[in-house]
T-cell receptor, first 115, second 114 residues
Framework: DTAVSQTPKYLVTQMGNDKSIKCEQNLGHDTMYWYKQDSKKFLKIMFSYNNKELIINETVPNRFSPKSPDKAHLNLHINSLELGDSAVYFC??????????????FGSGTRLTVV | AQSVTQPDIHITVSEGASLELRCNYSYGATPYLFWYVQSPGQGLQLLLKYFSGDTLVQGIKGFEAEFKRSQSSFNLRKPSVHWSDAAEYFCAVGAQGGSEKLVFGKGTKLTVNP
């Protein structure tokens, strides 16, 4: 079983569209994260949820909205997609809101291409 | 806020040669330190981590890293590189008792020549 699974793996869409990426973890972790990896491989945190509560919200456009229906799921919805949103989006999880101490388990990423 | 610098963007070594990837961090106290590896088209896999105690940390796949407080460094080493080690390597730092996020360096791409 995949510990942290993301869907879809690839997403190609036109500018202006709205899309969602889904993430699920079966590790029993309490905290989940979204990271964006740009074309230069730089990883930057976007959001973090601990047991369905938003705890980290970095400077991200309002077009990005995370949703956590339960502690095993964290979805990312993006409105009005722009060319600059093209990137690989990684979901990750950690136990007990202590990602900085224990590290993360990452999903395999979703490559978003906006055309 | 913590930060990480990986000075080498790209390193090429021959198979069987030794490897050292550099990582320098900036943080006011003792940090949590991590090395992750990303193979092409894959997510990030944890190689090893440092919390406290012994400054030489052993990880998976034959990797080790040494925490040097005086140099604010956490360099990754492997005595003999295999072709399958070709990947992108990321150093990351977490703040003890602070924000839960990990801050990542910009990565070092490792190429292994046969």
């Amino acid at each position: 079983d995949t510990a942290v699974s993301q869907t879809p793996k690839y997403l190609v869409t036109q500018m202006g569209n709205d899309k969602s990426i889904k993430c699920e973890q079966n590790l029993g972790h309490d905290t989940m994260y979204w990271y964006k990896q740009d074309s230069k491989k730089f990883l930057k945190i976007m959001f973090s949820y601990n047991n369905k509560e938003l705890i980290i919200n970095e400077t991200v456009p309002n077009r990005f909205s995370p949703k956590s229906p339960d502690k095993a799921h964290l979805n990312l919805h993006i409105n009005s997609l722009e060319l600059g949103d093209s990137a690989v989006y990684f979901c990750a999880s950690s136990r007990k809101n202590r990602g900085a101490e224990y590290g993360y388990t990452f999903g395999s990423g979703t490559r978003l291409t906006v055309v | 806020a913590q930060s990480v610098t990986q000075p080498d963007i790209h390193i090429t070594v021959s198979e069987g040669a030794s490897l050292e990837l550099r990582c320098n961090y900036s943080y006011g106290a003792t940090p949590y330190l991590f090395w992750y590896v990303q193979s092409p088209g894959q997510g990030l896999q944890l190689l090893l981590k440092y919390f406290s105690g012994d400054t030489l940390v052993q990880g998976i796949k034959g990797f080790e890293a040494e925490f040097k407080r005086s140099q604010s460094s956490f360099n990754l080493r492997k005595p003999s590189v295999h072709w399958s080690d070709a990947a992108e390597y990321f150093c990351a730092v977490g703040a003890q008792g602070g924000s839960e996020k990990l801050v990542f360096g910009k990565g070092t791409k490792l190429t292994v020549n046969p």
